[in-house]
């Protein structure tokens, strides 16, 4: 935490113990005096003129996962690296196995990093050990930056006991008996030590010295595929960011078709020199395979954007990630449209994905009953991608394909209340009257009776008679007669349901 030169030395401060004290300063409030836990009236004997800000925990976090999301450029596996115990410690983890070496090593990846970091106006402290826990211990309580392979337990003797990541209370307690630093402890049996201090102890230290493996949690996924270009000079035009990710897509299509698959979720990160990340993801309605289509769908996402694409002093590294792939099946080829079948209908889909997003691209889709407002519903395309048409889909159907000559192409939502001269007891309407236009009607046809879901409306539901009638000026309609009379009520109410064309 550097400020300007100009400016006050800047703290942190929170209650702790019952007192307002220290728990962040910058470099130049360091260099007067200020340490952590002071209480801020002896800070301010000290330094008079202290610029004072409390803690904000959500502030604090959101700038550490911020951190988090620029650090990705290096590795997938970015973490953070809290501990339970030590509530105000935050730190990062990173597991930069097998990526050191696209950067130089692991001697130009920690200095690019640190540049970079500093850069932004951040001090920072880096430790590469062979375990989490060491590079923790060594990051806050040791001098050296690399530790060489198997040499990180020699490296944390000497360090206090504060360096495994323990409770304050038991740090307190273990220096009570003269155990201070963690030589003292890495040696002695380990059952008494467990008895009077708790399991814990043993797991952190068997962690720090690699005796029992850490794993550590990303905070993304870590992606199936990646590929990324990386730019001397930061790209900023629309038209060299369209270019770079046709390119991306061309390199993931190789891999993806080794494997025998098709991108189904990709997420595309742009990562600006200033520290910012971009995030822009599409998701397709069937496994995709076309590096031109993909690229589409991600102009159509920019293009579908509030706020245009903010590229400020230039993203200096852009990469595409494989989030979900499923199994691609090659589709026939259509000899006179050239496109495989089914192309056209899917490319559509995934456009309208990628600009209103995939869910609100949605079909109609057959339910199992036989009341006409409740036998349909909408479900978004994509998901029936991930599945195919089961028996009992291809039966609804079918039966629905065959009452469609039955049904009415218009169907209101809920049925309209009329009034009806009919022939009792189930006869069909003679005349009626709806929004407040009369009609007489010269055929009519039916009643298809339909019982009602007790299961669902209860016992008291009625059944439902349906006829389909045409008045004299050659309009066509479909009502029905609301109850059975004399056994369900003795005024049934008549109610428009649809229009035939």
Avoid at 30 to 52: E, F, I, K, M, Y
Avoid at 369 to 385: D, K, L, M, N
Avoid at 394 to 400: D, G
Avoid at 473 to 485: E, I, K, N, V
């Amino acid at each position: 935490m550097d400020a300007h030169p100009e400016t006050p030395p800047v703290v942190v401060t929170d209650t702790l113990k019952n007192a307002i004290r220290i728990v962040a300063f910058d470099q130049r409030a360091h260099a007067r005096g200020v340490r952590l836990n002071q209480t801020l009236s002896d800070a301010r004997a000290l330094v008079p003129d202290l610029d004072c800000h409390p803690a904000n925990v959500e502030a604090n976090r959101a700038l550490l996962l911020t951190i988090a999301g620029w650090c990705e450029r290096y590795t997938p596996l970015v973490a953070l690296g809290s501990a339970p115990e030590i509530a105000r410690d935050h730190g990062l983890f990173m597991d930069i196995t097998g990526c050191a070496h696209l950067l130089g090593g692991e001697t130009a990846l920690m200095a690019d990093l640190e540049a970079r970091l500093r850069a932004q106006g951040l001090s920072v402290r880096l430790c590469l050990a062979d375990t989490p826990g060491a590079a923790w211990a060594m990051a806050r309580y040791g001098q050296t930056r690399i530790i060489a392979e198997g040499g990180h337990g020699a490296a944390l003797l000497p360090l206090s006991l504060s360096a495994l990541r323990l409770p304050a209370a038991m740090v307190a307690s273990l220096d009570r008996v003269g155990l201070k630093t963690i030589g003292c402890i890495a040696n002695l049996p380990r059952a008494p030590l467990a008895a009077r201090f708790g399991a814990r102890l043993l797991q952190r230290l068997d962690q720090a010295l690699g005796r029992e493996a850490e794993a550590i949690s990303p905070i993304l996924p870590v992606a199936e595929l990646s590929t990324e270009r990386r730019y001397a000079e930061p790209v900023t035009h629309q038209d060299e960011i369209s270019h770079a990710i046709a390119g991306l897509a061309a390199g993931i299509l190789e891999p993806l078709e080794r494997r025998g698959l098709g991108l189904r979720h990709c997420r595309l990160r742009l990562f600006r020199v200033d520290g910012q990340v971009s995030h822009l993801t599409v998701q397709t309605a069937r496994p995709l395979r076309d590096a031109k289509m993909i690229a589409r769908l991600f102009e159509e996402r920019i293009a579908g954007l509030h706020d245009d694409l903010d590229a400020g002093f230039g993203f200096d590294l852009i990469r595409l990630d494989v989030v979900h792939a499923d199994p691609f099946e090659a589709a026939q080829a259509d000899m006179m449209a050239g496109q495989a079948a089914g192309q056209g209908h899917d490319a559509l889909v995934d456009r309208l994905g990628a600009r209103l997003g995939l869910e609100r691209v949605q079909r109609f889709v057959l339910a199992d009953t036989h009341i006409p407002e409740r036998s349909f519903g909408r479900q978004p395309v994509a998901s029936f991608g991930a599945r195919k048409p089961t028996m009992g889909d291809m039966a609804l159907e079918l039966e629905a394909f065959s009452e469609t000559t039955t049904r009415p192409l218009i169907l209101f939502d809920r049925p309209e209340r009329m009034q009806t001269i009919a022939e009792v007891p189930d006869g069909p309407p003679f005349r009626f009257r709806w929004r407040g236009v009369s009609y007489e009607v010269a055929r009519s046809e039916g009643p298809e009776r339909i019982a009602c879901e007790w299961w669902r409306d209860g016992r008291g539901a009625r059944t439902r008679d349906y006829f389909r009638v045409e008045d004299r000026q050659g309009y066509r309609f479909w009502l029905f007669r609301h109850g059975l009379y004399g056994r369900e009520t003795d005024d049934p109410s008549w109610y428009m349901h649809g229009l035939f064309a």
